[in-house]
């Protein structure tokens, strides 16, 4: 069993009851849920992530204390540790009386804090640039079981995707690096026998294709160890993953680096033909440098379109 599926079905084993009994009186302030930080808040756990912080375990959201004061959120704290220790066969673990948990009772603006650097989570303008993206996955992943109010639901849907002239220059700038480093320099420094840069290069241009595929999706890109997983999963040139996974697992020799410069000419034929599926590119070649500043004119914003084109990578 997932562990998201697991955290669910605690809830309404146990937890729902709980707070409908003892807390009903807030019941309608509070947001119960799994997301954050974790491999089970994507869904990808599996056997070797279970050594660790995998438990039958969920998220309560409270609003501020003006809304739910300190001495309800303590006794709500000691009710959700009180639930069952074991649960189908998986124990839960102990909660840190300092905090960091990553279950448990958590106010709102605490976790946005955390993750957007606002405590209403309403970030806005140039604030989109300096958030992490994978602080954005976080922040938007997982599940929400169930929301008294809407709030921290409705704040989640409003992080749930880039502006779109945001988006749009972030595309630009990872455009612009992936002609860069991946049709322009990796064939020099093969030339040159440069091999150890001929690596950097290519596996910077699989880094910022995955990227461009993010954006392309409308999806937040996760911490680097599951990129690959969730790529896998996206709507939109996940068929391009086998591509990717070979230029960056096999060695630049004279042998592979020929066919991996074509690779690297398909990937890009890809996505220029998905960037006008868009219609957010005027180019009509193949040239990723080309799309780079044609996406980058299409942004609305005049002070953010006349930025460097890679002011936001």
Same mark, same amino acid.
Request: hydrophobic share 35%; glycine share 8%; net charge negative.
């Given at each position: ?46 056997? #070797? ?10 998220? #309560? ?64 303008? !140039?604030?989109? +640039? *300096? ?21 921290? *639901? ?20 990872? =455009? ?14 093969? /030339? ?15 880094? /910022? ?18 990129? +690959? ?11 391009? !993953?086998?591509? =990717? ?34 219609? #957010? ?11 780079? !500043? ?20």
């Amino acid at each position: 069993m997932k562990g998201l599926e697991l955290s669910r079905e605690f809830y309404l084993s146990f937890g729902k009851a709980m707070i409908e009994n003892q807390f009903g009186q807030i019941k309608n302030k509070i947001a119960v849920g799994l997301f954050g930080s974790g491999s089970e808040c994507y869904g990808f756990d599996d056997e #070797i992530s279970r050594d660790h912080d995998f438990e039958p375990g969920f998220c #309560i959201v409270l609003p501020s204390e003006e809304e739910v004061d300190r001495k309800t959120a303590f006794a709500l704290e000691r009710a959700y540790s009180k639930l069952p220790k074991t649960f189908m066969g998986v124990n839960r673990g102990n909660l840190s009386p300092v905090g960091g948990n990553r279950h448990g009772v958590i106010r709102s603006s605490d976790f946005f804090t955390d993750k957007v650097g606002r405590a209403d989570g309403l970030i806005s303008g !140039y604030e989109w +640039f *300096t958030v992490p993206e994978t602080f954005l996955a976080e922040a938007t992943n997982g599940e929400v079981f169930f929301d008294g109010s809407g709030v921290f *639901t409705s704040i989640r849907e409003y992080l749930s995707s880039y502006p779109k002239d945001v988006r749009l220059k972030k595309l630009a700038g990872n =455009l612009l690096l992936a002609s860069q480093t991946g049709q322009y320099n990796y064939p020099r420094c093969i /030339k040159r026998g440069e091999r150890a840069g001929a690596a950097l290069c290519v596996n910077q241009f699989v880094d /910022k294709i995955m990227s461009v595929v993010f954006l392309l999706n409308d999806k937040y890109r996760p911490y680097y160890k599951w990129a +690959f997983r969730a790529y896998s999963q996206l709507e939109k040139l996940s068929s391009l !993953y086998d591509a =990717l996974e070979f230029l960056i697992t096999t060695d630049n020799a004279d042998e592979n680096a020929g066919i991996k410069i074509n690779v690297i000419e398909d990937i890009a034929l890809a996505v220029s033909e998905e960037l006008k599926n868009q219609e #957010i590119t005027k180019a009509t070649c193949i040239d990723l440098e080309k799309h780079a !500043y044609s996406v980058n004119d299409h942004i609305s914003d005049p002070e953010l379109r006349n930025q460097n084109v890679l002011m936001s990578v």
